[in-house]
């Protein structure tokens, strides 16, 4: 069964609305990790408008599973990734004016800018992946330019309001892990999972990972981030 990394951006958000000390993503971490999460996930935006520079630092010093840094590829990215030494790093597409992410990263449009900044990185001893649209061009240059692995957009798998609709996003999911597996990238999905939409994601063999947040998050605020993150492990497990 795929494990799950819990990102805890919006647990940033609700602080930075405020300016405060709280609530403390870090604190949020280590209370995921304990209620059975196999990783934790930021965002570190070039905006800064949730996840801080001091966020990372500190959960790299206290993170027993594993710290994925979701991030850009601009030097100053690669820079503080190379300072701060998570265990992955994903570099995923950023636009200033978006709500949240939008869409996968073009990957097979700055196939050398990547390959580039993907070398820095793994020679600073970072396993990388490419967050991409469960596109066959998007997957093959992922490998191209060599991520370790790739985490499968699941964004209109889990818009799509159609039961047909929603069969031929999961498809496509479950066509491309299968094509990732196949040319030796490790496969990871993620993006608008939720309680609900999760259980058939859960179950595609070849996914590894899935990286969930804001429904934690929502679901956190009403009964704890522990007992948020024990249903969704539990609903990944039934699928």
């Known amino acids: 069964m795929a494990v799950l990394s819990v990102n805890v951006d919006h647990i940033a958000t609700i602080r930075q609305a405020r300016r405060a000390q709280e609530p403390d993503p870090v604190v949020a971490a280590a209370l995921a990790e304990l209620a059975g999460a196999s990783g934790i996930t930021v965002h570190l935006r070039e905006d800064r408008r949730h996840i801080q520079d001091r966020d990372v630092r500190l959960l790299r010093e206290m993170v027993k599973t594993r710290l994925n840094l979701e991030m850009a590829s601009t030097d100053e990215m690669v820079k503080i990734a190379l300072s701060v030494k998570p265990d992955q790093v994903t570099l995923v597409p950023e636009r200033r004016e978006e709500l949240t992410t939008e869409g996968g990263l073009g990957v097979d449009g700055k196939k050398e800018t990547l390959k580039e900044v993907v070398s820095v990185l793994k020679e600073g001893g970072i396993a990388v992946n490419l967050f991409v649209d469960p596109d066959p061009v998007q997957i093959k240059a992922s490998h191209w330019v060599g991520a370790h692995g790739v985490e499968i957009h699941t964004g209109r798998y889990a ?11 999961l498809e496509r999911i479950l066509s491309m892990a299968k094509l990732a597996k196949r ?3 490790n496969v990871n999905a993620g993006h608008g999972l939720d309680y609900r939409n999760v259980r058939k994601v859960a179950a595609i063999p070849e996914v590894e990972e899935l990286s969930i947040g804001f429904s934690i998050v929502a679901r956190a605020a009403l009964v704890g981030m522990e007992q948020a993150v024990e249903e969704m492990l539990a609903a990944m497990k039934a699928g």
């Open 159 to 169: 818009e799509v309001k159609g039961s047909d609709e929603q069969a031929a996003e």
């Open 183 to 185: 040319l030796g990238l």
